[in-house]
T-cell receptor, first 114, second 110 residues
Framework: DTGVSQDPRHKITKRGQNVTFRCDPI?????LYWYRQTLGQGPEFLTY????????KSRLLSDRFSAERPKGSFSTLEIQRTEQGDSAMYLC????????????FGSGTRLTVV | QKEVEQNSGPLSVPEGAIASLNCTYS??????FFWYRQYSGKSPELIMSIYSNGDKEDGRFTAQLNKASQYVSLLIRDSQPSDSATYLC??????????FGTGTRLQVFP
């Protein structure tokens, strides 16, 4: 069990560029979650997967955002045509069940859009 | 009304004192409750979970839940400077996701 891994740790991009983040959950966890956190705020839910199925997307997730989890293993979160308001920490978490026992978070990807 | 509310702080306590962190939630159907600790620039780390009314103790930490009052708290005994962090309250409403509060910043001074 190596924990939840996220890559990259930091990303600086110019406004209008596309970015993609990767998350590798704990291997036996079938649920994977994406959250976004800005300074002074708690994590905000974006989307989650059970295995390869994306079961819920937040209204925060505009059509510029897309997430995938092929084969129910790692997941990617892509942001197209980035805006300065997308600057945040993007957190991935996984859990073995419904989240009744809490999540394990990865280290996060800090995105800065300039 | 926010779904999960916390006082943003900072809450300042002297080393060795008891720190008391509070959280209220709006959905009476909420089923499970969590406290996460987040150091500056780091990701949240689960420290306590509680599912039924009453107290749950784990080392220096005690979580308290009162579903009738829709209130959950975290007590940290013998506070240490290393406890200085933001403490996030999270609630599972019976769906598959956690709803987080904005967090309370705790400062423990020597």
């Amino acid at each position: 069990d190596t924990g939840v891994s996220q890559d990259p740790r930091h990303k600086i991009t110019k406004r209008g560029q596309n970015v993609t983040f990767r998350c590798d959950p704990i291997s036996e966890h079938n649920r994977l979650y994406w959250y976004r956190q800005t300074l002074g705020q708690g994590p905000e839910f974006l989307t989650y997967f059970q295995n390869e199925a994306q079961l819920e997307k937040s209204r925060l997730l505009s059509d510029r955002f897309s997430a995938e989890r092929p084969k129910g293993s790692f997941s990617t979160l892509e942001i197209q045509r980035t805006e300065q308001g997308d600057s945040a920490m993007y957190l991935c978490a996984s859990s073995p069940n419904r989240g009744d026992y809490g999540y394990t978070f990865g280290s996060g990807t800090r995105l800065t859009v300039v | 009304q926010k779904e999960v509310e916390q006082n943003s702080g900072p809450l300042s306590v002297p080393e060795g004192a008891i720190a008391s962190l509070n959280c209220t939630y709006s959905d009476r159907g909420s089923q499970s409750f969590f406290w996460y600790r987040q150091y500056s620039g780091k990701s949240p780390e689960l420290i306590m979970s509680i599912y039924s009314n009453g107290d749950k103790e784990d080392g220096r930490f005690t979580a308290q839940l009162n579903k009738a009052s829709q209130y959950v708290s975290l007590l940290i005994r013998d506070s240490q400077p290393s406890d200085s962090a933001t403490y996030l309250c999270a609630v599972n409403k019976g769906t598959d996701k956690l709803i987080f509060g904005t967090g309370t910043r705790l400062q423990v001074f020597p």
